[in-house]
């Protein structure tokens, strides 16, 4: 299993950043597949997630309506879409798979 973010940055509150995942190394297309994030001092949260074919998401309660997860699976690629970001979403985040398999990270900040 290899998961590789990208996307990450600094950018002002309210704004927006695009993650990207590119998986490989295991059957992307039937895997359901998480976002999880690690701000600092903190554990791992879980923060949305989508089922194989794209039709069920879920979402933690705090970017329900700011964050939409979606994947394209002939690209086998997830994809985070992030709006009117808080400070408090500053962390690493992670794809993951269910099996717990997840890449190295993506820096998010949100600073002014």
């Known amino acids: 299993v290899q998961l590789v973010e990208s996307g990450g940055g600094l950018v002002q509150p309210g704004g927006s950043l695009r993650l990207s995942c590119a998986a490989s190394?295991?059957?992307?297309?039937?895997?359901?597949m998480w976002w999880v994030r690690q701000a600092p001092g903190k554990g791992l949260e879980r923060v949305s997630a989508?089922?194989?074919?794209?039709?069920?998401?879920t979402y933690e309660d705090s970017v329900k309506g700011r964050f939409t997860i979606s994947r394209d699976n002939t690209k086998n690629t997830l994809y985070l879409q992030m709006n009117s970001l808080k400070s408090e979403d500053t962390a690493v985040y992670y794809c993951?798979?269910?099996?717990?398999?997840r890449g190295q990270g993506t820096q998010v900040t949100v600073s002014s």
């Open positions: 993951a798979t269910a099996g717990g398999s």
């Open positions: 989508i089922n194989a074919g794209g039709s069920i998401t």
């Open positions: 190394g295991f059957t992307f297309s039937t895997a359901t």
